[in-house]
């Protein structure tokens, strides 16, 4: 199966949703967490200092300044606020509670796991560790120097993060077309880990172009876990000694069964494997030539600004179920804002340009007539495409979810997967997801430091976007909707 094979498979229509119409084994439910049993697990740290930079500031491309003491106290801090339990909700008909994590994922499903290698950090082993967020603890699967060699080269980085994926987690709900969110979902988790560095002091770089298979065998992944991303954070604001690394032993563990029935989807099989770079991985392919260029005909005006801490924002983040329609509207200046930093250039090897068209459905935005407008970041101006009330289509394209229609305003993020796959081959499927998941996070950051709230939307009819947005295949494919505006009050909600 190549990429576009399977793109077009999982696209949805009315036929193929009464085709495959929905239904859960709730008894089959996969585990949202993932440990491994037999190894030593070190504590950090509990209740980390806030990052006080604002989140507007971060997402600006500002640093912070939280020295950490210890090792221990940074990696404390740095996955408080990236991956971490953040809130849990009650389900009223049974009492039972689930968490909620800082990191935001389709139908909170958590197919991400974060795992990192060490080196050189005060008071603690050098080695290889895999994040247990249900305690906030580290689980220890080796000692010793693992080197990764991210983009072919020995890495002196001391803190590398290996960020994999358990695709039967998704696939449990939402079937073939659960790769998608997946990818979507490492999107999320590298902006989540990205921000949460850059609060604290460090520089992140992500490496999606790197062999599947050593990096498996060095971290001792399981069947069911495939890397996508591995991240360096470099930075004075880490803790490092001199201590030299001894060669690794791997104390390996059991991973934990996260079902009891696993059930294979060979189209998720198949799209993993044409995607996936073998031992030999040649360096990435020339950049993508740049996206096309144009303007519009308003000029978005200068951004909104606001104050509130990092480390606040992003343990306050929820996904919105619904929200409050009405005439309650956000202004220009602060969609202004959200469009700058999710047009901000990312840190990794495949984002040389730009691969996300961003299209906006304005609903309520003081000073913007509603419509859908094409948005041009290079010159911060938007093109309008269609005019009048677009909440019933917005609504309709993002399968009838009435979300989209009363939020503020709605996003189509348009891939240009053609111009992807050219430069990097069929690698640049996943890394179109990627980006469309990273601007999402900066998205959902930003919109609380409003005061706002957002929200992810994997479901859409893929054609009907398309046609309604005068988009032919090789202009790009929708591969992501997401919506901001003021949320409902959820009343299972608790800290």
């Known amino acids: 199966m190549t990429w576009s094979e399977y793109h077009e498979s999982t696209k949805h229509s009315l036929e193929s949703l009464r085709r495959t119409p929905p239904s859960l084994d709730w008894a089959n439910m996969p585990d949202p967490f993932r440990h491994y049993e037999g190894v030593p697990v070190l504590d950090l740290p509990a209740d980390p200092p806030s990052p006080d930079v604002s989140a507007l500031a971060v997402l600006n491309g500002f640093s912070?300044?939280?020295?950490?003491?210890?090792?221990?106290?940074?990696?404390?801090?740095?996955?408080?606020?990236?991956?971490?339990?953040?809130?849990?909700?009650?389900?009223?008909?049974?009492?039972?509670?689930?968490?909620l994590r800082?990191?935001?994922?389709?139908?909170?499903?958590?197919?991400?796991?974060?795992?990192?290698?060490?080196?050189g950090l005060k008071k603690w082993p050098a080695g290889l560790y895999h994040y247990r967020p249900s305690s906030h603890m580290a689980e220890q699967r080796g000692v010793g120097d693992f080197n990764l060699n991210p983009g072919g080269s020995d890495s002196s980085a001391p803190v590398t993060f290996v960020l994999t994926s358990i695709a039967w987690r998704e696939a449990w709900k939402y079937r073939d077309r659960a790769y998608r969110y997946c990818l979507h979902d490492m999107g999320h988790a590298w902006q989540a880990l990205a921000l949460a560095a850059q609060a604290i002091g460090c520089d992140t770089f992500a490496f999606g172009h790197f062999s599947e298979n050593e990096a498996s065998q060095s971290c001792g992944l399981p069947q069911d876990e495939w890397p996508m991303l591995i991240v360096e954070l470099r930075g004075r604001s880490i803790p490092v000694c001199d201590e030299q690394a001894c060669p690794p032993v791997s104390y390996g563990g059991h991973a934990n069964q996260i079902s009891t029935e696993t059930i294979v989807y060979p189209a998720i099989e198949e799209i993993h494997m044409a995607t996936k770079l073998n031992r030999n991985a040649q360096e990435c392919n020339s950049a993508p030539e740049p996206p096309p260029k144009s303007s519009g005909e308003i000029k978005l005006p200068l951004t909104a600004s606001s104050q509130t801490p990092f480390?606040?924002?992003?343990?306050?983040?929820?996904?919105?179920?619904?929200?409050?329609?009405?005439?309650?509207?956000i202004s220009l200046t602060q969609l202004s804002a959200m469009l700058s930093v999710a047009s901000r250039p990312f840190s990794s090897d495949f984002a040389a340009a730009r691969l996300i068209q961003l299209y906006l459905y304005a609903h309520r935005v003081e000073g913007l007539q509603p419509g859908v407008y094409r948005v041009w970041p290079d010159r911060s101006e938007l093109e309008q495409i269609r005019s009048g009330d677009q909440r019933v289509a917005a609504a309709g394209l993002s399968l009838g979810q009435d979300l989209a229609g009363n939020a503020c305003v709605a996003l189509s993020m348009i891939g240009d997967l053609y111009r992807a796959v050219r430069a990097y081959g069929d690698r640049g499927y996943r890394?179109?997801?990627?980006?469309?998941?990273?601007?999402?996070?900066?998205?959902?950051?930003?919109?609380?430091?409003?005061?706002?709230?957002?929200?992810?939307?994997?479901?859409?009819?893929?054609?009907?976007?398309?046609?309604?947005?005068?988009?032919t295949p090789k202009q790009g494919q929708v591969v992501y909707h997401f919506a901001i505006g003021y949320a409902v009050p959820d009343s299972r909600l608790s800290a």
């Open 311 to 329: 480390g606040e924002i992003v343990r306050r983040r929820r996904s919105a179920l619904d929200f409050q329609g009405g005439t309650r509207s």
């Open 102 to 119: 800082v990191n935001p994922s389709s139908g909170n499903l958590h197919p991400t796991e974060f795992h990192f290698v060490t080196r």
């Open 64 to 99: 912070g300044s939280a020295p950490a003491g210890d090792g221990p106290a940074f990696l404390s801090q740095l996955l408080f606020y990236s991956a971490a339990i953040s809130a849990s909700k009650r389900v009223p008909s049974t009492g039972q509670r689930y968490a």
């Open 431 to 471: 890394y179109v997801h990627f980006e469309a998941g990273a601007i999402g996070h900066r998205l959902y950051v930003a919109a609380e430091a409003f005061g706002l709230a957002a929200t992810g939307i994997g479901a859409f009819y893929d054609e009907e976007v398309h046609r309604y947005l005068n988009l």
